[in-house]
C-alpha cells in the first residue's frame, strides 16, 4: 500500500511502500538494479524492512540523491494515539538513523501529543537536507492542519566565525547571527553574512581582512562563509 517512487540523477528507480506481511505495517524498499527489483541490504523488502518496528509505520516517502544515498520517511505510530515521523537513510552499506533518535522514541517530529501524516523529504544540491510534514494541532476544539518541517545540521558542518577589530571601536556584528541549526557565531559554507563596522564617535573604517571587499571603506561588507579546511 502507498507506494512512492522516486529516481536517482543516475536513473536508478527507488521504490518503497507499507507491507503488512509481517502482521505489523513496515517500510519496504527496493531499488531496480540490472532489470530486477532488489533490496537494499538484508530485508529491506522483509520481515521488519527498513521500518522495522514494533508498531505501525506508514505513508512513507523517500528522495534518492544516487542510488547508494537515500532517504526514507515515514509515520510511524509510536504511542497508542498519536504519530510521529521518522526517517532512515541508506548510506550504501547500511540502513542508519539521520542523527541520534530519528527513528525511534518521538523521531525527529516530537509532537508529544498531536498527529503528524504525509512527511515529504528532499536533499537540496550543496547537501541540506529537509524533512516536512503535516501537523495536527488541536485549536478552539478543532484539529488544524499545520505545515512543519526540520533541517538536518551536521554539527561538524557549523564554522565558528571570528570577528575583530583594530583601532578605536567595537568589533563588527553579523547578520544573521549564526545559521540555522548552527550555535550563535557559527554558519555553514557558503552562507551570505553582513559584517557591520562600529567604529567610535569620529573614526572611520579604512578597510577590511577577509571579506568580499577587503578594499571598501564603508561601515558595512559581506563574507561568503568557507568550508571547513
Keep these: 500500500e502507498f507506494p512512492k517512487l522516486s529516481i536517482a540523477p ?15 505495517a513496515q517500510i519496504y524498499v527496493r531499488r531496480l538494479l ?8 538484508n530485508d529491506s523488502a522483509d520481515d521488519g524492512g527498513v521500518s522495522n ?14 542510488g547508494d544515498n537515500i532517504f ?13 515521523i521518522y526517517i532512515r537513510n541508506w548510506n550504501g552499506s547500511e540502513w542508519q538513523e ?10 525527529i517530529s516530537d509532537n508529544s501529543e498531536r498527529l503528524t501524516r504525509e512527511p515529504s523529504v528532499f536533499l537540496s544540491q550543496n547537501e541540506a537536507l529537509y524533512v516536512i510534514w503535516e501537523d495536527g494541532e488541536p485549536r478552539n476544539g478543532q484539529t488544524v492542519g499545520i505545515i512543519r518541517g526540520r533541517q538536518f545540521i551536521n554539527d561538524d558542518e557549523c564554522q565558528p566565525l571570528t570577528l575583530t577589530s583594530m583601532g578605536a571601536g567595537a568589533d563588527p556584528t553579523a547578520t544573521p547571527s549564526n545559521s540555522a541549526g548552527c550555535a550563535a557565531g557559527s554558519f555553514l559554507p557558503g552562507e551570505e553574512i553582513l559584517l557591520t563596522a562600529v567604529p567610535d564617535a569620529g573614526a572611520s573604517v579604512l578597510g577590511w581582512n577577509n571579506t568580499d571587499d577587503d578594499s571598501s571603506t564603508d561601515t558595512t561588507n559581506s563574507v561568503t562563509m568557507p568550508a571547513a579546511p
Design 10 to 24: 543516475d536513473g536508478t528507480p527507488v521504490v518503497a511502500w507499507e507491507d503488512r506481511s509481517s502482521g505489523t
Design 34 to 41: 540490472n532489470n530486477r527489483w532488489r533490496e537494499l541490504g
Design 53 to 66: 518496528t514494533n508498531s505501525s509505520s506508514l505513508q512513507p516517502n523517500l528522495f534518492a540523491a544516487d
Design 72 to 84: 526514507v520517511v515515514w509515520q510511524d505510530w509510536s504511542a497508542p494515539d498519536f504519530a510521529d
Design 98 to 107: 539521520v542523527g541520534d533518535g530519528s527513528a525511534s522514541d518521538s523521531g
